[in-house]
């Protein structure tokens, strides 16, 4: 059972435009929610975080949303590059009672077309 | 620092051996995390440590799966015997209270 969900696989978007991705979990005692991104060959690279009480958080050209009622949260990159073309991973944790539970899901493969 | 530090890059394993997988968390860092990605199940956390202390290991597939911290520096992961269905990239990654940083990963391949 996923817990946390990447429901589309790939996305193209155009160089210069907004690229949105999208994450859903299901554990409402998730706290912490973070971005990560992952080029061939390496390993995941950490991106952008939210904490479970905020909303919004930015980052120059990245930032993330968080809709807890809808168990919802995306990654917005504005404008995008052709740089940021890799594997986008959504995770979330929780690290209540002494625990450390990082979540990942199966990632979304972004590609920017110049 | 230099990250995470994971040896191999690559295995390449026949069948019924036995495959160890090593880390070098970031120093200071008292979490330790190992993680398997595949195509099918994406990146799957297998076990992780606090304190050299193991705290979860219920993502390990099966008793085959072994994972020791001996030190608050080092790791390992071994398989024994490794299948082919183990074939799969294995990351190590560590963590004190916040995100994770990742190594670069092993590339197993079991023939």
């Known amino acids: 059972d996923q817990q946390v969900k990447q429901n589309s696989p790939s996305l193209s978007v155009q160089e210069g435009r907004i690229s949105i991705l999208n994450c859903d979990y299901t554990?409402?005692?998730?706290?912490?929610f973070l971005w990560y991104k992952k080029y061939p060959a390496e390993g995941p690279t950490f991106l952008i975080s939210?904490?479970?009480?905020?909303d919004k958080n930015e980052d120059g050209r990245f930032t993330v949303f968080l809709n807890k009622s809808a168990k919802h949260l995306s990654l917005h990159i504005v404008p995008s590059q052709p740089g940021d073309s890799a594997v986008y991973f959504c995770a979330a944790l929780y690290s209540g009672a002494g625990s450390y539970q990082l979540t990942f899901g199966k990632g979304t493969k972004l590609s920017v077309i110049p | 620092d230099a990250g995470v530090i994971q040896s191999p890059r690559h295995e390449v394993t026949e069948m019924g051996q036995e495959v160890t997988l090593r880390c070098k968390p970031i120093?200071?860092?008292?979490?330790l995390f190992w993680y398997r990605q595949t195509m099918m199940r994406g990146l799957e956390l297998l076990i992780y440590?606090?304190?050299?202390?193991?705290?979860?290991d219920s993502g390990m597939p099966e008793d085959r799966f072994s994972a020791k911290m001996p030190n608050a520096s080092f790791s390992t992961l071994k398989i024994q015997p490794s299948e082919p269905r183990d074939s799969a990239v294995y990351f190590c990654a560590s963590s004190y209270h916040s995100e994770a940083f990742f190594g670069q990963g092993t590339r197993l391949t079991v023939v």
């Open positions: 120093s200071g860092h008292d979490y």
């Open positions: 440590f606090n304190n050299n202390v193991p705290i979860d």
């Open positions: 939210i904490s479970s009480i905020k």
């Open positions: 554990n409402s005692m998730f706290d912490y």
